[in-house]
């Protein structure tokens, strides 16, 4: 579905990305996992068109996404979720939601996904005139991946979901993204600080120390793993069982 | 006490000039972070296409409205994709500021010399049969010109929040004014979005030109008067704050007249800047906002 080949990019004189080579496949959920500043974030970003790489390619379904502005890409099927959801905080929670369904494809099932997206969190739609800025954190969150999906993506990127959130709210919200994957066949990826969350729900995952791609592999590998987990993620496997 | 009255009714009718003029400077600055010291300009050149249409084909000025509307969106466009796009740019949201200040402020030199050209240097102001007359509300007097610039003021200002505040058009403004990165994200395309803003806003310039040139007067470089009324309302109102424009409006409008009916007419524009300056003191976030959460 989406191939991303040799991509190498650059915040002003500093490498952020070296040679990134991945594939993300139809129907699974994905994980970039690694250390604060690893580069996990800058490759999203890159896939959603914030970022342009120096070189190497993206292909999204035959499709060559790296030098296309961010909204000609939601266009073709990828939706973003921002670090810090990132949401219109002057506009109310329904106005957020409209807007995540600018594209002409999108705009015509507006109506529908609204309706779908109430259903998915219940809370959003008790909040619908309340303004944007002043919903909890996780109300917030949940906000922002409904606006995401309002864009009727087939590629969703959630770039750090469960940052300052309760692990109550992170269970539920997770459970509906895996809910979505399941049901609509959403391919999604999952950017991640807390590993353990990350390789639970992941088919595959990809881990990312100073800008490359140092292990890739089934997540249930990774997990079994725990010399490589101890390595690169500073996870000792007694403290996640535990 | 019928003095008094006159006042205020004089003072409302200038109010809803004075917001009607600001609405396009507070536009561009709450949009897209544009300080376009060169709105006067594009406000005399809006009244220069009036007048122009008056002289030459004696087409009414209120009816010369949608036509100085679309040459000056056409203005708009060329103004953004020609100056101001380069800008956006920039690293931050301060030399987006500085540097469209210093541009604009070029714009005026080349825009004020080529009405110069055009039109020669001469006062010019629309004559009609109607000038000058008045009628009588309530007992108060209220000059024609003067009621149909407050009714332009306050349809084109309703016009503007239907167009912000309802339609998705408007949402994407907002959205892109909010965050434009996040914006870009839900699949906005935002330079578009900037650039029919700029449209809007320079046609909202021109408006202002038609009716500044059928009540008061214009030369080629007379757009400064018109620029430091406008700063004062976009700070009384709140910078980004673009639906309390037209009430800021009024409360400057009204403020001057009082302030000349009690210490006289010389002291006009020494009211306004010390309203300027007072709010800037006091309210920097102007009159109708609280100030800005720390998000």
């Given at each position: 579905m989406l191939e991303v080949s040799n991509l190498n990019a650059f915040y002003g004189d500093i490498q952020a990305l070296w040679n990134i080579c991945l594939r993300i496949h139809e129907g699974e959920i994905v994980t970039f996992v690694g250390s604060n500043g690893a580069g996990k974030s800058t490759i999203m970003k890159t896939i959603a068109g914030l970022v342009k790489p120096k070189d190497g390619t993206i292909l999204f379904e035959g499709i060559r996404l790296d030098q296309l502005p961010a909204h000609k890409i939601v266009d073709l099927g990828i939706s973003m979720v921002p670090e810090g959801r990132r949401l219109f905080p002057e506009m109310t929670v329904l106005e957020n939601l409209e807007v995540g369904a600018s594209t002409k494809a999108a705009s015509r099932i507006r109506v529908s996904n609204i309706n779908w997206t109430y259903e998915l969190f219940p809370i959003l739609k008790e909040r619908s005139k309340q303004v944007a800025g002043t919903l909890s954190g996780g109300e917030q969150q949940m906000l922002a991946i409904g606006r995401a999906l309002m864009a009727q993506p087939k590629l969703l990127l959630i770039d750090e979901m469960s940052l300052g959130l309760s692990p109550i709210v992170v269970d539920h919200i997770l459970q509906v993204i895996q809910d979505v994957n399941r049901s609509k066949k959403l391919t999604i990826a999952l950017v991640e600080q807390d590993v353990g969350l990350a390789l639970s729900i992941a088919d595959r995952g990809y881990i990312i120390e100073h800008g490359r791609i140092v292990v890739e592999g089934d997540t249930k590998l990774l997990q079994g793993d725990g010399r490589l987990m101890e390595a690169y993620l500073g996870v000792s496997l007694k403290k996640k069982t535990g | 006490m019928e003095m008094f009255t006159q006042t205020i009714a004089y003072g409302i009718l200038v109010g809803a000039m004075y917001g009607l003029l600001t609405l396009g400077l507070g536009l561009l600055m709450g949009v897209m972070k544009f300080l376009n010291v060169a709105h006067g300009t594009f406000i005399v050149l809006g009244g220069y296409v009036s007048y122009w249409l008056f002289t030459r084909?004696?087409?009414?000025?209120?009816?010369?409205?949608?036509?100085?509307?679309?040459?000056?969106?056409?203005?708009?466009?060329?103004?953004?994709?020609?100056?101001?796009?380069?800008?956006?740019?920039?690293?931050?949201?301060?030399?987006?500021?500085?540097?469209?200040?210093?541009?604009?402020?070029?714009?005026?030199?080349?825009?004020?010399?080529?009405?110069?050209?055009?039109?020669?240097?001469?006062?010019?102001?629309?004559?009609?049969?109607?000038?000058?007359?008045?009628?009588?509300?309530?007992?108060?007097?209220?000059?024609?010109?003067?009621?149909?610039?407050?009714?332009?003021?306050?349809?084109?200002?309703?016009?503007?929040?239907?167009?912000?505040?309802?339609?998705?058009?408007?949402?994407?403004?907002?959205?892109?004014?909010?965050?434009?990165?996040?914006?870009?994200?839900?699949?906005?395309?935002?330079?578009?979005?900037?650039?029919?803003?700029?449209?809007?806003?320079?046609?909202?310039?021109?408006?202002?030109?038609?009716?500044?040139?059928?009540?008061?007067?214009?030369?080629?470089?007379?757009?400064?008067?018109?620029?430091?009324?406008?700063?004062?309302?976009?700070?009384?109102?709140?910078?980004?704050?673009?639906?309390?424009?037209?009430?800021?409006?009024?409360?400057?409008?009204?403020?001057?007249?009082?302030?000349?009916?009690?210490?006289?007419?010389p002291y006009r524009q020494v009211v306004a800047l010390v309203i300027f300056i007072v709010i800037l003191i006091f309210r920097p976030q102007g009159l109708f906002r609280k100030r800005r959460l720390a998000t």
């Open positions: - | 084909y004696g087409l009414n000025p209120y009816l010369s409205i949608p036509l100085v509307i679309a040459v000056m969106f056409l203005v708009g466009l060329v103004v953004y994709k020609v100056t101001l796009s380069p800008l956006l740019k920039l690293p931050s949201v301060g030399n987006r500021l500085n540097s469209s200040m210093l541009i604009t402020f070029g714009i005026i030199y080349v825009v004020d010399n080529l009405m110069t050209i055009f039109w020669k240097p001469d006062v010019r102001s629309i004559v009609a049969p109607f000038t000058g007359r008045s009628m009588e509300l309530f007992g108060t007097k209220f000059s024609i010109t003067g009621l149909c610039g407050f009714a332009v003021a306050i349809v084109v200002a309703v016009a503007l929040y239907f167009v912000l505040g309802r339609t998705q058009f408007g949402k994407h403004v907002r959205a892109a004014t909010q965050d434009a990165e996040a914006a870009s994200l839900c699949g906005i395309n935002v330079h578009r979005t900037y650039l029919i803003s700029s449209g809007i806003a320079i046609a909202l310039a021109g408006v202002a030109g038609v009716i500044i040139v059928s009540s008061y007067s214009i030369s080629p470089n007379g757009g400064l008067r018109w620029l430091l009324v406008a700063f004062v309302v976009m700070i009384l109102a709140g910078e980004g704050n673009i639906n309390a424009i037209v009430p800021a409006g009024l409360i400057l409008g009204l403020l001057e007249a009082v302030g000349v009916f009690i210490i006289g007419a």
